[in-house]
């Protein structure tokens, strides 16, 4: 609520309007002003290479959020003087603080979400244009490498919008027809991953039989309407602006901004058809794979997993251990803790319906295994990843 003595502020909001994390962006910036008071605030229709409105050099505003184009336009935002907070890693953030997203823990998802589908031949497609695409891909590579895994990977050295695109699949195909088979390729964005698809397509290769594909931003028109559908990992833009307006607003109450930069963990993987399939030769530990991501949260445990298998639990341990490197026990485990963490990140369920939902038959039983596996109460799980407000 706005209280009494809050003061309208004049405040510039240089953000797209044409992504979806752009415009979960500005979702957090009006959840923060729900809470704490109105702006007011410029906002209009724009694409990422938008200039800004003329009338910005002369302004007599108080603040300004941004995610910037070029170096242009950050010397401009710069010369006006006044507190702003950049959103957009690049190149050219100038002398702004910055808040956005943990592109090294986007990599690390990603590279989790493909081995823990069985794949240890991997490849990564990425842009050099970009610091934020090359920490995907960094990280992507040493997560893939810390676990036992291969990777290789394929740069474009300009921007993911190509003036030449039918040499740009050409080389692209040539690229995934030399990858070994199966390979579960991350792209360092959604539409990398469109490429990669149009190309399997092309080549007349199964999606996800021999090439798994992630993305990542989560872009729901690309996901959507690419074939198959696009696994993607989900940014958290409503987290960013909600932080990039508390930011900005104690900058314009006079507060130093500080320095380092204020990073936002992505929600998780979205998981659609183009990365829904396991890469697991051994037809029992596929078998049982498939069963514990479809029942574990059900009340599956590794007795009825035998029973349905028809296999003996030291069968059954040994041979997964073998290929995912864990015993039916943790799988089911990993699979129920992911339920519960997007439940607890994503819904305002209680405690007590999650429990109910994932499989545990007291909501103690999940504080205490919470507890063990992550050393914080569900409670204090919620409110580190939350969006706030």
Same mark, same amino acid.
Not at 86 to 98: A, N, Y
Not at 359 to 384: C, D, I, N, V
């Given at each position: ?38 702006? =007011? ?11 800004? !409105? ?7 505003? @108080? ?22 907070? @950049? ?75 190509? #003036?030449?695109? @039918? ?10 027809? &030399?990858?070994?088979? !199966?390979? &579960? ?31 990542? @931003? ?22 960013? &602006? ?10 314009? #109450? ?57 296999? =003996?639990? =030291? ?62 109460? !569900? ?8 969006? !706030?407000?």
């Amino acid at each position: 609520m706005k209280s009494r003595g809050h003061r309208l502020r004049k405040v510039a909001l240089l953000i797209e309007t044409t992504r979806s994390y752009t415009r979960e962006i500005l979702s957090g910036v009006r959840r923060f002003l729900s809470a704490r008071g109105p702006w =007011s605030a410029f906002l209009e229709l724009r694409a990422l290479e938008s200039t800004p !409105p003329e009338w910005l050099k002369g302004w007599d505003g @108080e603040g300004i959020l941004t995610r910037t184009y070029n170096r242009r336009m950050s010397e401009l935002i710069d010369a006006i003087g006044i507190p702003a907070v @950049e959103l957009r890693s690049t190149h050219f953030r100038g002398v702004r603080p910055f808040v956005g997203m943990d592109n090294a823990e986007v990599g690390r998802l990603a590279a989790e979400h493909l081995l823990n589908q069985g794949y240890r031949e991997m490849a990564v497609y990425g842009l050099r244009s970009e610091l934020f695409f090359e920490e995907r891909v960094r990280n992507f590579i040493s997560t893939v490498r810390a676990r036992g895994g291969v990777c290789e990977q394929w740069m474009e050295e300009d921007s993911d919008r190509t #003036e030449d695109w @039918e040499g740009t699949q050409e080389r692209l195909m040539g690229w995934v027809r &030399g990858l070994p088979k !199966p390979v &579960g390729v991350f792209a360092a964005n959604d539409q990398l991953a469109v490429r990669v698809l149009d190309a399997c397509r092309r080549l007349d290769l199964g999606v996800p039989e021999d090439v798994a594909v992630l993305g990542a @931003e989560n872009e729901e028109t690309l996901c959507g309407f690419a074939t198959p559908a696009l696994s993607s990992v989900a940014l958290d833009g409503e987290s960013v &602006g909600y932080r990039a307006a508390e930011l900005l607003e104690r900058m314009m #109450e006079g507060e130093a901004p500080g320095a380092g930069e204020v990073l936002v963990p992505p929600r998780g993987v979205v998981v659609r058809a183009s990365s829904d399939a396991f890469a697991i030769t051994d037809r029992l530990v596929a078998s049982a794979a498939r069963l514990i991501r479809e029942n574990a949260t059900s009340g599956l445990n590794v007795a009825e997993l035998c029973r349905r298998l028809n296999a =003996s639990r =030291s069968t059954l341990d040994r041979r997964m251990k073998a290929v995912m490197q864990r015993t039916p026990k943790a799988e089911i485990q990993r699979v129920r803790f992911m339920e519960v963490e997007r439940l607890l990140r994503d819904t305002d369920l209680t405690v007590e319906e999650i429990a109910f939902r994932t499989g545990f038959a007291h909501s103690q039983y999940l504080h205490a295994a919470f507890w063990e596996l992550r050393r914080m109460t !569900p409670g204090q799980f919620r409110k580190k990843t939350q969006a !706030p407000g």
